[in-house]
């Protein structure tokens, strides 16, 4: 490759979901995600819920491994008959169409001091092989065949443990890590730092999802996150919501590439990660103190005192991603360090899908909101205060 020639770029969708998973569409299928993930420009994308038994059979049954990438592809006779869907883009790999990931998301309810933690994790295995090794050890956990995102009695660091003993390629993800109800962080049932979280495996923690409803600027507020990668993802639950949020890498396409890239942010690659695109966190359903069924949301200007008022009232009002970020128990201080801001260094590309901020008129979606492609949305620096 020509050294003065930039690297081709390529985004990765790395939290998905199957039909197996409670409230997601029913049409959900390899074929299906391959064709959405063309619509919204994906290269590569998760599988979504390998840990269920009929979904990781149907993943064995339509997809084949990529040697060139370490991932998988769509089979021949399946790519043959995707779904008409509305103006498919060109797909972006060489392998003429999207490149799986396997990839599934665990629901860990547990108690640890005294409390009911509940904390969602994202699981990576590199081929079916670790997959299926990985799943034989979960089912004594519990019943993986009940849902596409299992609930298992299983603490987070113990999960992370079995992850890691499967192979050495596979790799760890937390979840969404400010959701209130169902996160690492999350104010109704989360923890306070990692390695409350993680312990002694806490080191093996290199990556964290933002959710649909925090940015990276939000997340570098606090300082204790530095040292992972933030990276953001769409956890669709039908196709139409594939690639709303995302992660850019620049170079060729591979799972070792991928992961070496996540891990280490010195790695040169390729392919070496560039970005998170994310769906602006103004349109997310808890990024603001005072969420349903509060009946006001707000802005913390004033952290210290909207926390306050969003724990109160018989905690009926969950804390919000922005006061959760704002105003966090190891960050004494309001103000940031000197030489410290929230946008200091932080690429990411801030975007809204179009069927998500139409107006509110009975009038026909334009084209381009009704097959769910996005575009970027306009933040100017005056707005990110």
Same mark, same amino acid.
């Not at 020509?2 to 790395?14: K, S, T, V």
């Not at 519990?142 to 660091?157: E, T, Y």
């Not at 190891?330 to 690429?347: D, F, I, K, V, Y």
């Not at 975007?351 to 769910?372: F, I, T, V």
């Given at each position: 490759?020509?050294?003065?020639?930039?690297?081709?770029?390529?985004?990765?969708?790395?939290?998905?979901?199957?039909?197996?998973?409670?409230?997601?569409?029913?049409?959900?299928?390899?074929?299906?995600?391959?064709?959405?993930?063309?619509?919204?420009?994906?290269?590569?994308?998760?599988?979504?819920?390998?840990?269920?038994?009929?979904?990781?059979?149907?993943?064995?049954?339509?997809?084949?491994?990529?040697?060139?990438?370490?991932?998988?592809?769509?089979?021949?006779? $399946?790519?043959?008959?995707?779904?008409?869907?509305? %103006?498919?883009?060109?797909?972006?790999?060489?392998?003429?169409?999207?490149? /799986?990931?396997?990839?599934?998301?665990?629901?860990?309810?547990?108690?640890?001091?005294?409390?009911?933690?509940?904390?969602?994790?994202?699981?990576?295995?590199? &081929?079916?092989?670790?997959?299926?090794?990985?799943?034989?050890?979960?089912?004594?956990?519990?019943?993986? %065949?009940?849902?596409?995102?299992?609930?298992?009695?299983?603490? !987070?660091?113990?999960?992370?443990?079995?992850?890691?003993?499967? &192979?050495?390629?596979?790799?760890?993800?937390?979840?969404?890590?400010?959701?209130?109800?169902?996160?690492?962080?999350?104010?109704?049932?989360? /923890?306070?730092?990692?390695?409350?979280?993680?312990?002694?495996?806490?080191?093996?923690?290199?990556?964290?999802?933002?959710?649909?409803?925090?940015?990276?600027?939000?997340?570098?507020?606090?300082?204790?996150?530095?040292?992972?990668?933030?990276?953001?993802?769409?956890?669709? &639950?039908?196709?139409?919501?594939?690639?709303?949020?995302?992660?850019?890498?620049?170079?060729? $396409?591979?799972?070792?590439?991928?992961?070496?890239?996540?891990?280490?942010?010195? %790695?040169?690659? #390729?392919?070496?990660?560039?970005?998170?695109?994310?769906?602006?966190?103004?349109?997310?359903?808890?990024?603001?103190?005072?969420?349903?069924?509060?009946?006001?949301?707000?802005?913390?200007?004033?952290?210290?005192?909207?926390?306050?008022?969003?724990?109160?009232?018989?905690?009926?009002?969950?804390?919000?991603?922005?006061?959760?970020?704002?105003?966090? +128990?190891?960050? #004494?201080?309001?103000?940031?360090? #000197?030489?410290?801001?929230?946008?200091?260094?932080?690429?990411? /590309?801030?975007?809204? #899908?179009?069927?998500?901020?139409?107006?509110?008129? !009975?009038? +026909?979606?334009?084209?381009?909101?009704?097959?769910?492609?996005?575009?970027?949305?306009?933040?100017?620096?005056?707005?990110?205060?």
């Amino acid at each position: 490759m020509n050294a003065d020639r930039p690297m081709p770029i390529f985004r990765a969708d790395l939290h998905v979901h199957s039909r197996y998973s409670r409230a997601t569409s029913p049409r959900l299928s390899t074929a299906l995600l391959a064709a959405w993930a063309g619509i919204k420009g994906l290269a590569v994308l998760g599988t979504g819920d390998f840990t269920h038994p009929q979904w990781r059979k149907e993943l064995a049954q339509t997809l084949v491994r990529d040697e060139a990438s370490g991932l998988y592809r769509l089979r021949e006779e $399946v790519s043959s008959v995707l779904p008409e869907l509305p %103006a498919p883009s060109p797909p972006e790999t060489e392998t003429g169409s999207p490149l /799986f990931l396997l990839q599934g998301e665990i629901s860990s309810i547990y108690k640890r001091g005294g409390k009911t933690r509940r904390v969602h994790n994202l699981v990576f295995m590199p &081929h079916l092989e670790a997959a299926e090794s990985f799943c034989r050890r979960l089912e004594a956990t519990g019943n993986l %065949a009940a849902d596409g995102r299992p609930i298992l009695g299983l603490d !987070s660091r113990d999960l992370l443990e079995m992850v890691l003993e499967t &192979h050495p390629a596979a790799f760890f993800i937390p979840a969404h890590i400010w959701t209130p109800w169902f996160s690492l962080f999350g104010s109704k049932s989360g /923890f306070d730092s990692l390695e409350e979280c993680f312990g002694d495996l806490t080191p093996a923690i290199f990556a964290l999802e933002t959710g649909l409803s925090s940015d990276p600027a939000m997340n570098r507020l606090w300082s204790r996150l530095d040292s992972c990668r933030l990276v953001s993802n769409s956890d669709a &639950h039908s196709g139409e919501n594939l690639g709303r949020e995302a992660n850019v890498f620049a170079g060729a $396409v591979s799972y070792q590439g991928k992961l070496e890239a996540l891990k280490d942010p010195a %790695a040169q690659g #390729p392919p070496a990660f560039s970005a998170p695109w994310n769906f602006t966190p103004r349109k997310g359903n808890t990024t603001w103190t005072g969420t349903a069924p509060a009946t006001s949301a707000s802005l913390p200007r004033k952290p210290a005192l909207l926390a306050g008022v969003a724990l109160s009232a018989a905690n009926r009002s969950p804390w919000g991603y922005s006061t959760g970020s704002w105003n966090w +128990p190891t960050e #004494p201080s309001l103000s940031m360090p #000197p030489g410290r801001t929230p946008w200091a260094g932080m690429a990411f /590309f801030p975007w809204c #899908p179009c069927r998500n901020c139409s107006p509110k008129s !009975s009038a +026909p979606l334009p084209r381009a909101a009704r097959s769910g492609q996005c575009m970027p949305e306009p933040w100017p620096a005056s707005d990110r205060n």
